[in-house]
Protein backbone atom coordinates (compact mmCIF):
# COMPACT_ATOMS: atom_id res chain seq x y z
CA UNK A 1 0.00 0.00 0.00
CA UNK A 2 0.89 3.43 -1.13
CA UNK A 3 1.80 5.88 2.24
CA UNK A 4 -0.13 9.03 2.00
CA UNK A 5 1.63 11.93 1.27
CA UNK A 6 1.26 14.98 3.32
CA UNK A 7 0.27 16.75 0.16
CA UNK A 8 -2.83 14.40 -0.69
CA UNK A 9 -3.77 14.37 3.12
CA UNK A 10 -3.90 18.28 3.06
CA UNK A 11 -6.19 17.83 -0.16
CA UNK A 12 -8.84 15.56 1.43
CA UNK A 13 -9.19 18.05 4.82
CA UNK A 14 -10.02 20.86 2.80
CA UNK A 15 -12.39 19.17 1.34
CA UNK A 16 -13.67 17.94 4.04
CA UNK A 17 -13.86 21.51 5.56
CA UNK A 18 -15.11 22.97 2.34
CA UNK A 19 -18.18 20.20 2.59
CA UNK A 20 -18.59 20.34 6.23
CA UNK A 21 -18.78 24.38 6.76
CA UNK A 22 -22.34 24.70 5.72
CA UNK A 23 -23.54 22.28 8.25
CA UNK A 24 -21.49 23.42 10.67
CA UNK A 25 -22.36 27.04 10.38
CA UNK A 26 -26.01 26.20 10.47
CA UNK A 27 -25.91 23.99 13.63
CA UNK A 28 -24.34 26.66 15.19
CA UNK A 29 -26.42 29.28 13.76
CA UNK A 30 -29.15 27.16 15.55
CA UNK A 31 -27.88 27.23 18.65
CA UNK A 32 -26.92 30.54 19.68
CA UNK A 33 -29.85 33.48 19.88
CA UNK A 34 -27.69 36.53 20.17
CA UNK A 35 -24.98 37.47 17.16
CA UNK A 36 -24.17 40.81 17.31
CA UNK A 37 -21.39 40.70 18.71
CA UNK A 38 -18.02 38.72 17.27
CA UNK A 39 -18.34 35.41 19.21
CA UNK A 40 -21.77 34.56 19.27
CA UNK A 41 -23.68 34.75 22.66
CA UNK A 42 -27.38 33.47 24.14
CA UNK A 43 -26.94 29.40 23.93
CA UNK A 44 -30.13 27.66 23.60
CA UNK A 45 -31.47 24.87 21.84
CA UNK A 46 -35.05 26.88 22.05
CA UNK A 47 -35.85 26.12 18.77
CA UNK A 48 -35.29 22.24 18.54
CA UNK A 49 -37.59 22.46 21.48
CA UNK A 50 -39.76 24.87 19.40
CA UNK A 51 -40.02 22.69 15.97
CA UNK A 52 -40.38 19.61 17.67
CA UNK A 53 -43.45 20.97 19.38
CA UNK A 54 -45.11 22.19 16.70
CA UNK A 55 -47.41 19.72 15.07
CA UNK A 56 -46.82 20.97 11.77
CA UNK A 57 -43.21 20.23 12.36
CA UNK A 58 -44.27 16.60 13.06
CA UNK A 59 -46.91 15.97 10.67
CA UNK A 60 -44.42 17.17 7.75
CA UNK A 61 -41.70 14.94 9.18
CA UNK A 62 -43.93 11.71 9.48
CA UNK A 63 -45.82 12.68 5.72
CA UNK A 64 -41.82 12.54 4.50
CA UNK A 65 -41.21 8.98 5.85
CA UNK A 66 -44.67 7.76 4.82
CA UNK A 67 -44.40 9.23 1.38
CA UNK A 68 -40.95 7.29 1.22
CA UNK A 69 -41.99 3.89 2.26
CA UNK A 70 -45.08 3.61 -0.32
CA UNK A 71 -43.39 4.03 -3.61
CA UNK A 72 -40.12 2.27 -2.55
CA UNK A 73 -42.48 -0.50 -1.51
CA UNK A 74 -44.22 -0.47 -4.70
CA UNK A 75 -40.93 -0.01 -6.80
CA UNK A 76 -38.78 -2.68 -5.11
CA UNK A 77 -41.74 -5.22 -6.23
CA UNK A 78 -42.36 -4.19 -9.64
CA UNK A 79 -38.37 -4.28 -10.25
CA UNK A 80 -38.09 -7.88 -8.23
CA UNK A 81 -40.82 -9.45 -10.37
CA UNK A 82 -39.80 -7.90 -13.62
CA UNK A 83 -35.77 -9.30 -12.98
CA UNK A 84 -37.40 -12.80 -12.56
CA UNK A 85 -39.34 -13.12 -15.09
CA UNK A 86 -36.38 -11.54 -17.32
CA UNK A 87 -33.62 -13.96 -15.66
CA UNK A 88 -36.10 -16.82 -15.94
CA UNK A 89 -38.37 -16.58 -18.86
CA UNK A 90 -37.01 -13.54 -21.35
CA UNK A 91 -33.25 -13.43 -20.55
CA UNK A 92 -32.51 -11.44 -24.18
CA UNK A 93 -34.85 -8.94 -22.68
CA UNK A 94 -32.55 -8.14 -19.47
CA UNK A 95 -30.84 -5.38 -21.71
CA UNK A 96 -33.73 -3.56 -22.29
CA UNK A 97 -35.27 -3.47 -19.11
CA UNK A 98 -32.08 -2.05 -18.21
CA UNK A 99 -32.34 0.94 -20.76
CA UNK A 100 -35.55 1.42 -19.28
CA UNK A 101 -34.63 1.78 -15.78
CA UNK A 102 -31.64 3.92 -16.41
CA UNK A 103 -33.63 6.57 -18.12
CA UNK A 104 -35.24 8.62 -15.36
CA UNK A 105 -31.47 9.22 -14.44
CA UNK A 106 -31.82 11.82 -17.02
CA UNK A 107 -34.86 13.52 -16.45
CA UNK A 108 -35.12 16.65 -14.44
CA UNK A 109 -37.45 16.56 -11.91
CA UNK A 110 -39.00 19.94 -13.49
CA UNK A 111 -39.55 18.52 -16.58
CA UNK A 112 -40.82 15.22 -14.99
CA UNK A 113 -43.30 17.00 -13.06
CA UNK A 114 -44.52 19.24 -15.49
CA UNK A 115 -44.80 16.34 -18.03
CA UNK A 116 -46.59 14.38 -14.98
CA UNK A 117 -49.18 16.87 -14.62
CA UNK A 118 -49.68 18.41 -18.21
CA UNK A 119 -50.05 14.34 -18.86
CA UNK A 120 -52.82 14.06 -15.67
CA UNK A 121 -54.12 17.00 -14.19
CA UNK A 122 -57.40 16.66 -16.29
CA UNK A 123 -57.40 13.18 -15.54
CA UNK A 124 -61.02 12.46 -13.79
CA UNK A 125 -59.99 8.86 -12.18
CA UNK A 126 -57.54 8.32 -9.02
CA UNK A 127 -54.70 9.19 -11.53
CA UNK A 128 -55.81 13.05 -11.49
CA UNK A 129 -55.22 12.85 -7.85
CA UNK A 130 -52.31 14.75 -7.21
CA UNK A 131 -51.14 12.44 -4.25
CA UNK A 132 -51.39 9.67 -6.70
CA UNK A 133 -49.10 11.79 -8.96
CA UNK A 134 -46.32 12.50 -6.41
CA UNK A 135 -46.25 8.77 -5.48
CA UNK A 136 -45.93 7.65 -9.25
CA UNK A 137 -43.04 10.17 -9.99
CA UNK A 138 -40.98 9.56 -7.34
CA UNK A 139 -41.66 5.66 -8.43
CA UNK A 140 -40.21 6.98 -11.81
CA UNK A 141 -37.45 9.27 -9.64
CA UNK A 142 -35.87 5.88 -6.92
CA UNK A 143 -36.32 3.29 -10.11
CA UNK A 144 -32.63 3.44 -11.31
CA UNK A 145 -31.50 3.49 -7.99
CA UNK A 146 -33.65 0.71 -6.71
CA UNK A 147 -32.96 -1.69 -10.29
CA UNK A 148 -29.19 -1.14 -9.72
CA UNK A 149 -29.10 -2.00 -6.24
CA UNK A 150 -31.16 -5.44 -7.07
CA UNK A 151 -29.71 -6.10 -10.09
CA UNK A 152 -26.21 -6.30 -8.51
CA UNK A 153 -27.30 -8.17 -5.62
CA UNK A 154 -29.02 -10.95 -7.80
CA UNK A 155 -25.38 -11.13 -9.75
CA UNK A 156 -23.70 -11.78 -6.66
CA UNK A 157 -26.10 -14.83 -6.20
CA UNK A 158 -25.93 -18.27 -9.11
CA UNK A 159 -29.68 -17.75 -9.77
CA UNK A 160 -30.31 -19.73 -12.47
CA UNK A 161 -28.84 -22.72 -10.81
CA UNK A 162 -30.09 -21.83 -7.40
CA UNK A 163 -33.36 -21.46 -8.84
CA UNK A 164 -32.42 -25.21 -10.61
CA UNK A 165 -32.02 -26.86 -7.31
CA UNK A 166 -34.74 -25.47 -5.27
CA UNK A 167 -36.86 -26.79 -8.63
CA UNK A 168 -35.36 -30.04 -8.25
CA UNK A 169 -36.59 -30.20 -4.95
CA UNK A 170 -39.86 -29.82 -5.45
CA UNK A 171 -40.28 -25.70 -5.20
CA UNK A 172 -42.20 -23.97 -7.83
CA UNK A 173 -39.82 -21.08 -9.48
CA UNK A 174 -41.95 -17.91 -7.87
CA UNK A 175 -41.95 -19.70 -4.63
CA UNK A 176 -37.82 -20.56 -5.04
CA UNK A 177 -37.41 -17.01 -6.03
CA UNK A 178 -39.13 -15.41 -2.60
CA UNK A 179 -37.70 -18.53 -0.27
CA UNK A 180 -34.08 -18.56 -1.95
CA UNK A 181 -32.95 -15.80 -3.90
CA UNK A 182 -34.83 -12.66 -2.30
CA UNK A 183 -33.27 -13.86 1.37
CA UNK A 184 -29.66 -13.57 -0.44
CA UNK A 185 -30.04 -10.21 -1.76
CA UNK A 186 -32.04 -9.02 1.29
CA UNK A 187 -29.29 -6.55 2.20
CA UNK A 188 -28.93 -5.35 -1.39
CA UNK A 189 -32.76 -4.10 -1.28
CA UNK A 190 -31.87 -2.57 2.13
CA UNK A 191 -29.38 -0.35 1.03
CA UNK A 192 -30.78 0.30 -2.52
CA UNK A 193 -34.22 1.25 -0.77
CA UNK A 194 -32.20 3.46 1.94
CA UNK A 195 -30.53 5.21 -1.15
CA UNK A 196 -34.13 6.18 -1.97
CA UNK A 197 -35.03 7.28 1.62
CA UNK A 198 -32.39 9.75 0.86
CA UNK A 199 -33.60 10.90 -2.28
CA UNK A 200 -37.22 11.34 -1.65
CA UNK A 201 -36.06 13.34 1.46
CA UNK A 202 -34.09 15.67 -0.17
CA UNK A 203 -37.15 16.40 -2.99
CA UNK A 204 -38.31 19.77 -3.35
CA UNK A 205 -39.25 20.03 -6.54
CA UNK A 206 -41.70 17.49 -7.63
CA UNK A 207 -43.54 17.75 -4.38
CA UNK A 208 -43.88 21.08 -4.88
CA UNK A 209 -44.71 21.58 -8.59
CA UNK A 210 -47.39 18.45 -8.19
CA UNK A 211 -48.92 19.15 -5.00
CA UNK A 212 -47.98 22.74 -4.14
CA UNK A 213 -47.78 23.80 -0.53
CA UNK A 214 -51.16 21.35 -0.08
CA UNK A 215 -48.52 18.12 0.80
CA UNK A 216 -46.42 19.84 3.08
CA UNK A 217 -43.20 17.54 3.30
CA UNK A 218 -40.09 18.57 5.23
CA UNK A 219 -38.61 20.38 2.60
CA UNK A 220 -41.65 22.43 2.40
CA UNK A 221 -41.99 22.82 5.73
CA UNK A 222 -37.69 24.12 5.46
CA UNK A 223 -38.80 26.42 2.68
CA UNK A 224 -41.59 28.28 4.91
CA UNK A 225 -39.39 28.20 7.65
CA UNK A 226 -36.71 29.93 5.72
CA UNK A 227 -38.91 33.16 4.44
CA UNK A 228 -39.80 33.50 8.83
CA UNK A 229 -36.88 32.50 10.89
CA UNK A 230 -33.46 31.99 9.85
CA UNK A 231 -32.61 30.12 13.12
CA UNK A 232 -35.71 28.09 13.25
CA UNK A 233 -34.92 26.74 8.87
CA UNK A 234 -31.45 26.19 10.64
CA UNK A 235 -32.37 24.15 13.18
CA UNK A 236 -34.79 22.10 10.71
CA UNK A 237 -31.59 22.17 8.54
CA UNK A 238 -29.75 19.89 10.90
CA UNK A 239 -32.50 17.87 11.61
CA UNK A 240 -32.99 16.70 8.13
CA UNK A 241 -29.07 16.43 8.00
CA UNK A 242 -29.21 14.01 11.21
CA UNK A 243 -31.71 12.20 9.98
CA UNK A 244 -29.92 11.19 6.05
CA UNK A 245 -26.43 11.12 8.17
CA UNK A 246 -28.63 8.32 10.08
CA UNK A 247 -29.88 6.51 6.96
CA UNK A 248 -26.47 6.80 5.66
CA UNK A 249 -24.68 4.94 8.73
CA UNK A 250 -27.31 2.20 8.30
CA UNK A 251 -26.26 2.01 4.73
CA UNK A 252 -22.62 2.17 5.39
CA UNK A 253 -23.22 -0.83 8.62
CA UNK A 254 -25.49 -2.65 5.90
CA UNK A 255 -22.57 -2.82 3.25
CA UNK A 256 -19.71 -3.79 5.33
CA UNK A 257 -21.65 -6.42 6.99
CA UNK A 258 -22.25 -7.87 3.36
CA UNK A 259 -18.61 -7.39 2.32
CA UNK A 260 -18.16 -9.57 5.51
CA UNK A 261 -20.61 -12.51 4.37
CA UNK A 262 -19.12 -12.47 0.98
CA UNK A 263 -14.97 -12.52 1.95
CA UNK A 264 -15.96 -15.52 3.92
CA UNK A 265 -17.63 -17.42 0.84
CA UNK A 266 -14.78 -19.16 -0.64
CA UNK B 1 -38.11 -51.91 -20.57
CA UNK B 2 -35.26 -50.66 -18.87
CA UNK B 3 -35.46 -48.48 -16.05
CA UNK B 4 -34.51 -45.19 -17.78
CA UNK B 5 -34.86 -45.06 -21.31
CA UNK B 6 -33.97 -42.28 -24.39
CA UNK B 7 -36.33 -43.30 -27.16
CA UNK B 8 -35.17 -41.24 -30.32
CA UNK B 9 -34.69 -37.81 -28.52
CA UNK B 10 -33.60 -35.02 -30.01
CA UNK B 11 -32.96 -31.76 -28.90
CA UNK B 12 -32.18 -28.33 -30.24
CA UNK B 13 -31.50 -24.96 -29.84
CA UNK B 14 -32.64 -23.05 -32.37
CA UNK B 15 -30.34 -24.21 -35.45
CA UNK B 16 -28.29 -26.19 -33.66
CA UNK B 17 -28.96 -29.47 -32.90
CA UNK B 18 -27.27 -30.54 -29.80
CA UNK B 19 -28.95 -34.19 -29.47
CA UNK B 20 -29.04 -36.29 -32.66
CA UNK B 21 -31.65 -39.15 -32.34
CA UNK B 22 -30.46 -40.87 -28.63
CA UNK B 23 -31.20 -44.11 -27.98
CA UNK B 24 -30.44 -45.11 -24.50
CA UNK B 25 -31.12 -47.63 -21.49
CA UNK B 26 -29.78 -47.25 -18.31
CA UNK B 27 -30.56 -49.99 -15.85
CA UNK B 28 -31.62 -49.97 -12.51
CA UNK B 29 -28.71 -49.68 -8.97
CA UNK B 30 -26.14 -48.89 -11.65
CA UNK B 31 -23.78 -45.79 -11.74
CA UNK B 32 -23.29 -44.94 -15.71
CA UNK B 33 -21.21 -42.05 -16.87
CA UNK B 34 -22.38 -39.48 -19.86
CA UNK B 35 -18.48 -39.13 -20.93
CA UNK B 36 -17.46 -36.56 -23.69
CA UNK B 37 -15.41 -34.04 -24.75
CA UNK B 38 -17.30 -30.04 -23.69
CA UNK B 39 -20.20 -29.13 -26.01
CA UNK B 40 -20.69 -33.01 -27.05
CA UNK B 41 -24.66 -32.43 -25.58
CA UNK B 42 -24.07 -34.79 -21.94
CA UNK B 43 -25.19 -32.12 -19.89
CA UNK B 44 -27.73 -31.38 -22.57
CA UNK B 45 -29.28 -35.10 -22.13
CA UNK B 46 -29.02 -34.69 -18.22
CA UNK B 47 -31.01 -32.12 -17.66
CA UNK B 48 -34.02 -33.64 -20.16
CA UNK B 49 -33.85 -36.47 -17.98
CA UNK B 50 -33.87 -33.94 -14.86
CA UNK B 51 -36.77 -31.59 -17.01
CA UNK B 52 -34.83 -28.67 -16.87
CA UNK B 53 -34.75 -28.52 -20.51
CA UNK B 54 -37.29 -29.50 -23.05
CA UNK B 55 -36.84 -31.97 -25.26
CA UNK B 56 -37.31 -31.32 -29.71
CA UNK B 57 -38.55 -34.75 -29.79
CA UNK B 58 -38.31 -38.24 -28.55
CA UNK B 59 -39.01 -39.91 -25.17
CA UNK B 60 -38.16 -39.90 -21.82
CA UNK B 61 -39.26 -42.90 -19.74
CA UNK B 62 -38.31 -43.66 -15.67
CA UNK B 63 -39.28 -46.52 -14.35
CA UNK B 64 -41.88 -47.52 -16.98
CA UNK B 65 -43.61 -44.20 -16.78
CA UNK B 66 -43.26 -41.92 -20.12
CA UNK B 67 -41.97 -38.36 -18.17
CA UNK B 68 -41.18 -36.65 -20.88
CA UNK B 69 -43.70 -34.04 -20.05
CA UNK B 70 -43.79 -33.99 -16.39
CA UNK B 71 -43.03 -30.98 -14.24
CA UNK B 72 -39.24 -31.03 -13.34
CA UNK B 73 -40.55 -31.12 -9.52
CA UNK B 74 -42.93 -34.25 -10.26
CA UNK B 75 -40.16 -36.35 -11.48
CA UNK B 76 -38.75 -37.64 -8.60
CA UNK B 77 -34.96 -37.00 -9.28
CA UNK B 78 -32.45 -35.86 -7.54
CA UNK B 79 -29.17 -33.53 -8.97
CA UNK B 80 -26.30 -32.24 -7.77
CA UNK B 81 -24.94 -29.27 -9.95
CA UNK B 82 -21.53 -28.35 -10.97
CA UNK B 83 -21.14 -24.89 -9.78
CA UNK B 84 -21.83 -24.95 -5.95
CA UNK B 85 -25.78 -24.35 -5.77
CA UNK B 86 -26.65 -24.83 -1.64
CA UNK B 87 -29.10 -22.38 -0.37
CA UNK B 88 -26.19 -19.36 1.14
CA UNK B 89 -29.36 -18.17 3.55
CA UNK B 90 -29.32 -21.40 5.11
CA UNK B 91 -27.25 -24.18 6.97
CA UNK B 92 -26.00 -27.17 5.81
CA UNK B 93 -28.84 -29.11 7.53
CA UNK B 94 -31.61 -26.98 6.23
CA UNK B 95 -30.63 -26.93 2.70
CA UNK B 96 -30.45 -30.88 3.48
CA UNK B 97 -33.79 -30.12 4.67
CA UNK B 98 -35.37 -27.82 1.89
CA UNK B 99 -36.05 -30.86 -0.16
CA UNK B 100 -38.42 -32.61 2.41
CA UNK B 101 -40.31 -29.60 3.72
CA UNK B 102 -41.52 -29.50 0.08
CA UNK B 103 -42.52 -32.50 0.06
CA UNK B 104 -44.52 -32.26 3.68
CA UNK B 105 -42.66 -34.32 5.58
CA UNK B 106 -43.71 -33.87 9.61
CA UNK B 107 -40.92 -32.03 10.78
CA UNK B 108 -39.62 -34.82 14.00
CA UNK B 109 -39.15 -36.80 11.01
CA UNK B 110 -37.23 -34.70 8.32
CA UNK B 111 -35.06 -34.30 11.69
CA UNK B 112 -34.16 -37.65 11.53
CA UNK B 113 -33.66 -37.76 8.10
CA UNK B 114 -31.14 -35.12 8.01
CA UNK B 115 -29.08 -36.40 10.39
CA UNK B 116 -29.25 -39.86 8.86
CA UNK B 117 -27.81 -38.56 5.64
CA UNK B 118 -25.39 -35.65 7.00
CA UNK B 119 -23.66 -38.52 8.51
CA UNK B 120 -23.71 -40.94 5.21
CA UNK B 121 -21.83 -37.94 3.83
CA UNK B 122 -20.02 -37.42 6.69
CA UNK B 123 -20.52 -34.14 7.65
CA UNK B 124 -22.70 -34.51 10.87
CA UNK B 125 -20.04 -31.98 12.53
CA UNK B 126 -21.12 -29.18 9.60
CA UNK B 127 -24.87 -29.48 9.72
CA UNK B 128 -25.21 -25.90 11.37
CA UNK B 129 -22.44 -24.43 9.36
CA UNK B 130 -23.35 -21.99 6.38
CA UNK B 131 -22.19 -22.86 3.07
CA UNK B 132 -19.52 -19.78 3.09
CA UNK B 133 -18.49 -21.37 6.05
CA UNK B 134 -17.74 -24.92 4.13
CA UNK B 135 -15.02 -25.81 1.96
CA UNK B 136 -15.84 -26.60 -1.61
CA UNK B 137 -15.84 -30.71 -0.86
CA UNK B 138 -17.94 -29.84 1.98
CA UNK B 139 -20.34 -28.06 0.52
CA UNK B 140 -20.71 -30.39 -2.67
CA UNK B 141 -20.84 -33.22 -0.13
CA UNK B 142 -24.00 -31.37 1.35
CA UNK B 143 -25.39 -31.00 -2.06
CA UNK B 144 -25.51 -34.64 -2.49
CA UNK B 145 -26.88 -34.97 0.69
CA UNK B 146 -29.84 -32.40 -0.15
CA UNK B 147 -30.77 -34.84 -3.61
CA UNK B 148 -30.64 -38.07 -1.58
CA UNK B 149 -32.62 -37.06 1.34
CA UNK B 150 -35.38 -37.01 -0.46
CA UNK B 151 -34.93 -40.65 -1.83
CA UNK B 152 -34.90 -39.81 -5.81
CA UNK B 153 -36.11 -42.38 -8.12
CA UNK B 154 -32.36 -41.42 -10.10
CA UNK B 155 -29.41 -39.52 -9.02
CA UNK B 156 -27.87 -37.03 -11.32
CA UNK B 157 -24.43 -35.72 -10.85
CA UNK B 158 -23.61 -32.90 -13.37
CA UNK B 159 -19.76 -32.54 -13.65
CA UNK B 160 -20.08 -32.20 -9.43
CA UNK B 161 -16.38 -32.53 -8.65
CA UNK B 162 -14.88 -30.21 -11.55
CA UNK B 163 -14.33 -27.33 -9.25
CA UNK B 164 -12.44 -29.21 -6.71
CA UNK B 165 -8.91 -29.54 -6.48
CA UNK B 166 -6.99 -33.29 -7.08
CA UNK B 167 -6.93 -34.79 -4.57
CA UNK B 168 -9.91 -34.06 -2.92
CA UNK B 169 -11.76 -34.57 -6.13
CA UNK B 170 -9.98 -38.07 -5.88
CA UNK B 171 -11.14 -38.65 -2.45
CA UNK B 172 -14.87 -38.00 -3.19
CA UNK B 173 -15.20 -40.06 -6.48
CA UNK B 174 -14.70 -42.84 -4.05
CA UNK B 175 -16.80 -41.54 -1.52
CA UNK B 176 -19.60 -40.88 -3.94
CA UNK B 177 -19.25 -44.47 -5.85
CA UNK B 178 -19.41 -45.61 -2.02
CA UNK B 179 -22.87 -43.66 -1.06
CA UNK B 180 -24.25 -44.92 -4.39
CA UNK B 181 -23.62 -48.55 -3.72
CA UNK B 182 -24.78 -48.49 -0.23
CA UNK B 183 -27.80 -47.22 -0.74
CA UNK B 184 -28.47 -49.06 -4.48
CA UNK B 185 -29.87 -46.01 -6.11
CA UNK B 186 -29.47 -45.16 -10.03
CA UNK B 187 -27.13 -42.44 -10.63
CA UNK B 188 -25.99 -41.21 -13.81
CA UNK B 189 -22.78 -39.24 -13.72
CA UNK B 190 -21.44 -36.43 -15.94
CA UNK B 191 -17.58 -35.76 -16.80
CA UNK B 192 -15.11 -35.14 -19.34
CA UNK B 193 -12.66 -36.61 -17.30
CA UNK B 194 -12.14 -40.13 -18.63
CA UNK B 195 -10.24 -40.94 -15.63
CA UNK B 196 -13.02 -40.21 -13.20
CA UNK B 197 -15.23 -41.86 -15.72
CA UNK B 198 -13.26 -44.91 -15.39
CA UNK B 199 -12.65 -45.55 -11.42
CA UNK B 200 -16.71 -44.61 -10.78
CA UNK B 201 -18.81 -46.34 -13.46
CA UNK B 202 -20.65 -49.83 -14.04
CA UNK B 203 -20.57 -48.43 -17.62
CA UNK B 204 -19.41 -45.79 -19.32
CA UNK B 205 -21.43 -44.13 -22.61
CA UNK B 206 -18.94 -42.02 -24.52
CA UNK B 207 -20.66 -38.83 -26.61
CA UNK B 208 -19.29 -37.20 -29.51
CA UNK B 209 -21.34 -34.42 -31.19
CA UNK B 210 -24.72 -34.93 -30.58
CA UNK B 211 -24.89 -38.65 -30.09
CA UNK B 212 -23.26 -41.48 -28.09
CA UNK B 213 -20.16 -43.08 -29.88
CA UNK B 214 -19.89 -46.60 -27.88
CA UNK B 215 -21.60 -47.61 -24.60
CA UNK B 216 -19.38 -50.60 -22.49
CA UNK B 217 -18.07 -51.26 -19.40
CA UNK B 218 -14.71 -49.18 -18.78
CA UNK B 219 -12.04 -52.19 -19.22
CA UNK B 220 -13.83 -52.44 -22.43
CA UNK B 221 -14.11 -49.49 -23.47
CA UNK B 222 -10.15 -48.91 -22.79
CA UNK B 223 -9.26 -51.76 -24.72
CA UNK B 224 -11.36 -52.09 -27.37
CA UNK B 225 -12.53 -48.21 -28.66
CA UNK B 226 -14.53 -48.75 -31.65
CA UNK B 227 -13.91 -45.70 -33.55
CA UNK B 228 -11.08 -43.25 -33.76
CA UNK B 229 -12.79 -40.79 -31.96
CA UNK B 230 -12.90 -43.10 -28.98
CA UNK B 231 -9.44 -44.09 -29.20
CA UNK B 232 -8.20 -40.48 -29.60
CA UNK B 233 -10.26 -39.45 -26.40
CA UNK B 234 -9.48 -42.68 -24.20
CA UNK B 235 -6.33 -43.12 -23.29
CA UNK B 236 -3.17 -42.15 -24.67
CA UNK B 237 -3.65 -44.27 -28.03
CA UNK B 238 -1.00 -43.98 -30.72
CA UNK B 239 -3.46 -43.44 -33.79
CA UNK B 240 -1.89 -44.19 -37.04
CA UNK B 241 -2.83 -44.42 -40.22
CA UNK B 242 -1.95 -46.94 -42.73
CA UNK B 243 0.84 -45.00 -44.47
CA UNK B 244 2.06 -43.89 -41.07
CA UNK B 245 2.07 -47.24 -40.26
CA UNK B 246 4.00 -48.42 -43.15
CA UNK B 247 6.52 -46.19 -42.66
CA UNK B 248 7.40 -46.31 -38.96
CA UNK B 249 6.87 -50.33 -39.34
CA UNK B 250 7.66 -51.32 -42.75
CA UNK B 251 4.75 -53.58 -42.81
CA UNK B 252 1.12 -52.87 -44.40
CA UNK B 253 -1.39 -53.58 -41.87
CA UNK B 254 -4.37 -55.24 -43.17
CA UNK B 255 -6.84 -52.44 -43.33
CA UNK B 256 -7.30 -48.72 -42.04
CA UNK B 257 -6.30 -47.00 -38.97
CA UNK B 258 -4.20 -48.62 -36.29
CA UNK B 259 -4.74 -47.61 -32.65
CA UNK B 260 -2.07 -49.06 -30.18
CA UNK B 261 -2.07 -47.97 -26.27
CA UNK B 262 1.52 -46.72 -25.17
CA UNK B 263 2.24 -49.02 -22.47
CA UNK B 264 1.72 -51.61 -24.59
CA UNK B 265 4.99 -51.14 -26.82
CA UNK B 266 8.17 -52.50 -25.75
CA UNK B 267 11.04 -50.21 -26.13
CA UNK B 268 14.80 -51.54 -25.61
CA UNK B 269 18.22 -50.06 -26.75
CA UNK B 270 19.00 -53.62 -28.96
CA UNK B 271 16.33 -54.67 -31.67
CA UNK B 272 13.76 -56.98 -30.40
CA UNK B 273 12.87 -60.22 -31.95
CA UNK B 274 9.60 -61.23 -31.36
CA UNK B 275 6.80 -63.22 -32.92
CA UNK B 276 3.61 -61.50 -34.49
CA UNK B 277 5.02 -57.82 -33.72
CA UNK B 278 5.02 -54.69 -35.60
CA UNK B 279 8.88 -53.56 -34.83
CA UNK B 280 9.81 -50.07 -35.04
CA UNK B 281 13.54 -47.91 -35.06
CA UNK B 282 13.72 -44.58 -33.44
CA UNK B 283 14.95 -41.90 -31.55
CA UNK B 284 13.99 -40.33 -28.40
CA UNK B 285 12.64 -36.90 -28.76
CA UNK B 286 11.32 -36.08 -25.23
CA UNK B 287 10.90 -37.80 -22.38
CA UNK B 288 7.67 -36.56 -19.67
CA UNK B 289 8.32 -37.43 -16.02
CA UNK B 290 4.63 -38.59 -15.17
CA UNK B 291 5.17 -39.62 -11.51
CA UNK B 292 4.56 -43.50 -11.97
CA UNK B 293 4.96 -43.59 -15.15
CA UNK B 294 7.84 -42.38 -18.01
CA UNK B 295 6.68 -41.19 -21.10
CA UNK B 296 8.73 -41.43 -24.28
CA UNK B 297 8.17 -39.41 -27.62
CA UNK B 298 10.15 -41.33 -29.95
CA UNK B 299 10.33 -40.57 -33.78
CA UNK B 300 10.42 -43.35 -36.13
CA UNK B 301 11.28 -42.47 -39.54
CA UNK B 302 9.01 -39.36 -39.22
CA UNK B 303 6.46 -40.50 -37.13
CA UNK B 304 5.55 -39.97 -33.60
CA UNK B 305 4.92 -43.12 -31.24
CA UNK B 306 4.66 -42.56 -27.68
CA UNK B 307 5.68 -45.16 -25.21
CA UNK B 308 4.89 -45.31 -21.72
CA UNK B 309 7.16 -47.28 -19.36
CA UNK B 310 7.06 -48.09 -15.46
CA UNK B 311 9.23 -45.58 -13.49
CA UNK B 312 12.05 -47.08 -11.60
CA UNK B 313 11.89 -50.89 -13.17
CA UNK B 314 12.91 -50.02 -16.57
CA UNK B 315 16.04 -48.34 -18.26
CA UNK B 316 15.98 -44.61 -18.53
CA UNK B 317 16.59 -43.26 -21.98
CA UNK B 318 17.69 -39.42 -23.00
CA UNK B 319 17.02 -37.44 -25.70
CA UNK B 320 18.95 -38.63 -28.61
CA UNK B 321 18.76 -42.01 -27.85
CA UNK B 322 18.26 -44.78 -30.80
CA UNK B 323 15.80 -47.22 -29.24
CA UNK B 324 14.22 -50.45 -31.08
CA UNK B 325 10.40 -50.87 -30.32
CA UNK B 326 7.64 -53.61 -30.72
CA UNK B 327 4.08 -54.29 -30.55
CA UNK B 328 2.37 -57.38 -30.68
CA UNK B 329 -0.14 -57.25 -33.70
CA UNK B 330 -3.23 -59.00 -31.73
CA UNK B 331 -2.92 -56.11 -28.93
CA UNK B 332 -3.48 -53.05 -31.33
CA UNK B 333 -6.76 -52.05 -32.44
CA UNK B 334 -7.74 -52.01 -36.31
CA UNK B 335 -10.26 -49.52 -36.94
Given at each position: M?????????I?????????????V????????????I???????EK??E??S??L?RA??????L??II????T????L?A?????I??P????????I??I??????????I??????????T??????I???????I???????????????????????????????S?????F??I??????A??????????I?F???V????????A????Q???????K?????????????MA?T???????L??Q???????K??? | ??Y?????L?K??????V?????L?????Q??T??????C?K??L??CL???????????????????DV?P???????V???????P??T?????A??????K?P??EI?????????V??????K??Y??Q?S????Q?A????A?V?E??VL???E?????D?L???N???????I??EL?I?AI????D????M??S????????????????PI??????????????????N??????M?????????????????E?????????????C???????N?????????R?????N?????????????E????????????????????
Amino acid sequence: MKKHSAGSTAIILLILIYLLIPLVVSAIYSLFSNWTGIVPRGFTIEKYVEIFSDPLFRAALARTILICIIPIVITIVVVLLALFVTAIYFPRLEKYVQIICMIPYTIQGVILSISILSLYVSNKTILGNRLIMLIGAYCIIILPYIYQGIRNGMRAVNMPVLLEAAEMLGASKLYAFFRVIVPNILSAIIVSSLLAVGIIFGDYVLVRNLDGSAFQNIQIYLYQAMKSDGMKASAVFVVIMAVTFAISAVVLYLQSRQNKSAKGAK
Amino acid sequence: MAYIRFENLNKSFGEKAVLKDINLDIEQGQLVTLLGPSGCGKSTLLRCLAGLETVTSGKVYLDGTDITDVNPRDRGIGMVFQQYSLFPNMTAAQNVAFGLKMKKVPSNEIDTKVNNILDVVGLSAQKAQYPSQMSGGQQQRAALARALVTEPKVLLLDEPLSAIDALLRHNLQVEIRRIQQELGITAIFVTHDQEEAMVMSDVIHLMYNGGIEQSARPIDLYTQPKSTFVASFIGHYNLLSAEDMQKATGEKPESGNVAFRPEIISISRTPIEKENCFTMHGTVNVSLPHGNILRYATVCNGVQIDVDVLFGENEVFDRGDEVYLAVSKSECVYL
